[in-house]
């Protein structure tokens, strides 16, 4: 049974900080992409950045280039989103999906003075 699980969320202040991480399991990790989405309140999800099997190749949206990193760790099966330069707008439950079409659980990620 697949399972994908996020941690890291949290409150951050603007221009802070955070580590989303993602475990996943019930699945051939190392064959598959993995990405990161948002969803804000009352907006449709969107997709943050894409990671390809081997971890070579990155594709992010055009609003956290420069800003937000993805990377993956075959070994654990876990793909982690590091973000830098928060905004308020980056407010939103953040969801890790695998290209299989499984999702997690998501969580949230405040940016607030």
């Known amino acids: 049974q697949v399972h994908l699980v996020e941690s890291g969320g949290g409150l951050v202040q603007p221009g802070g900080s955070l580590r989303l991480s993602c475990a996943a399991s019930?699945?051939?990790?190392?064959?598959?992409?993995m990405s990161w989405y948002r969803q804000a309140p009352g907006k449709e999800r969107e997709s943050v950045a894409v990671?390809?099997?081997?971890?070579?190749?990155?594709i992010y949206a055009d609003s956290v280039k420069g800003r937000f990193t993805i990377s993956r760790d075959n070994a654990k099966n876990m793909v982690y989103l590091q973000m830098n330069s928060l905004k308020p707008e980056d407010t939103a439950v953040y969801y890790c999906?695998?290209?299989?079409?499984?999702w997690g659980q998501g969580t949230q990620v405040t940016v607030s003075s």
């Open positions: 019930g699945f051939t990790f190392s064959r598959y992409a």
């Open positions: 990671i390809h099997s081997a971890g070579v190749s990155t």
């Open positions: 999906k695998a290209q299989i079409g499984y």
